[in-house]
C-alpha cells in the first residue's frame, strides 16, 4: 500500500522523490531565529522574530503572555492568554525547544519576565482604551 502511495507522490512531485521537499524544511527550522528560556525553573519564555519585530512569549503554566517589541524596543502589541490548552501547548513547545538546545539568552529581558511584560501589557490596554474614548468623544463633538 504504502508503495503505491509513495510511486503516486513521485508521479506529482520529484521533490518528494529525492527528499528535497524535507531537507529544505529541516534547513528552514535550523535557520529559524527562536531562542527559548527558562527563567527560575518555572516560568518558560520563547523569543522569535516577526518581520523586522521581536515576539516574546513568557508563561508560568497558568497564562500566557505574548508581547510584540519593535527593534527599538517599544512595545507594538501585546495578548494575554489564559485558555489552559493554548498554555500547555506553548509549555509543550517552550521544554521542546530546549531540549533541541535552541535555548539562550533573549534579547530585551524584560519582556521575558513575567510579571514586567504582563504589567507592560496592561499599560498599553489602558493607554488605547482611553485614546479610543478621547477619539470617540471628538466624533460626538464634545
Excluded at 519576565?113 to 498599553?124: I, P, V
Aim: charged letters at 25%; one cysteine or more.
Amino acid at each position: 500500500m504504502w508503495s503505491v502511495f509513495f510511486v503516486f507522490l513521485s508521479y506529482l512531485d520529484r521533490n518528494v522523490v529525492r527528499g528535497d521537499f524535507l531537507r529544505s524544511a529541516l534547513e528552514a527550522e535550523k535557520e529559524s531565529k527562536e531562542t527559548f528560556s527558562v527563567i527560575n525553573g518555572t516560568f518558560c519564555a520563547k523569543m522569535s522574530m516577526v518581520g523586522e519585530n521581536f515576539l516574546y512569549q513568557v508563561s508560568d503554566g497558568a497564562e500566557v503572555v505574548r508581547t510584540v517589541v519593535s527593534p527599538a524596543g517599544k512595545l507594538v502589541n501585546c495578548s494575554v492568554t489564559v485558555n489552559q490548552m493554548q498554555v500547555k501547548s506553548f509549555m509543550h513547545e517552550c521544554r521542546l525547544g530546549l531540549l533541541d538546545h535552541r535555548g539562550g539568552q533573549l534579547a530585551d529581558a524584560r519582556f521575558a519576565r513575567m510579571d514586567e511584560s504582563k504589567g507592560m501589557c496592561r499599560e498599553l490596554r489602558a493607554e488605547r482604551s482611553a485614546a479610543a474614548r478621547r477619539g470617540g468623544m471628538r466624533a460626538q463633538g464634545f
